[in-house]
């Protein structure tokens, strides 16, 4: 993974926001580098982190797959198949075409990160060239998923290195 953002895609309404998304989704943006993982990596980590059966949610928050290219829808629905046949059941997830992803308000951007370690994210930003440039970096989505407790010391190791400040530095700044 190269980058993260979180915002919304997979529909039609112009300009959508988080009071006005219209058909829109919740999504993540996931700028990643081929020749280090491939979509079918990254499909994997999406069906270990999201139930892919049971009751469907508000359409703003449904699990999708949402694909920009002809290749990745038919990695996407492969994938599905596959869920699909160890569950035993249908996979309510759907693929969808990503369409036009609209970023999210700045606020929500590492949102794990920005409300655990505000002062932490200032000075960061004030070290990397500005707030939305560092809460754009690989070292903040590390960073972020740490804080939410979605990663552990590897992911805050190499946002140390990336930022080039030590891992405990870091590790003491973010309450867990």
Excluded: C
Excluded at 33 to 61: C, I, K, N, Q
Excluded at 96 to 110: D, L, R
């Amino acid at each position: 993974m190269v980058a993260t953002r979180v915002g919304y895609a997979g529909g039609t309404t112009a300009m959508p926001d988080y009071h006005h998304m219209g058909d829109h989704r919740e999504s993540v943006e996931v700028t990643y580098d081929p020749a280090r993982t491939s979509y079918e990596r990254l499909l994997a980590s999406f069906w270990a982190a999201h139930p892919a059966v049971g009751p469907a949610g508000p359409m703003r928050t449904r699990e999708a797959v949402l694909f920009a290219a002809d290749d990745q829808r038919r990695a996407a629905l492969a994938s599905r198949r596959r869920v699909a046949r160890v569950a035993g059941e249908p996979v309510r997830t759907e693929v969808i075409p990503v369409g036009t992803f609209h970023a999210a308000e700045p606020m929500n951007q590492k949102a794990n990160l920005q409300r655990l370690a505000p002062d932490l994210v200032r000075q960061l930003a004030a070290r990397t060239g500005g707030r939305e440039r560092f809460l754009a970096s690989p070292a903040a989505a590390l960073l972020n998923a740490y804080a939410g407790g979605f990663a552990g010391d590897e992911a805050l190791d190499a946002a140390a290195r990336e930022l080039g400040l030590s891992a405990a530095e870091l590790a003491s700044r973010i309450p867990r």
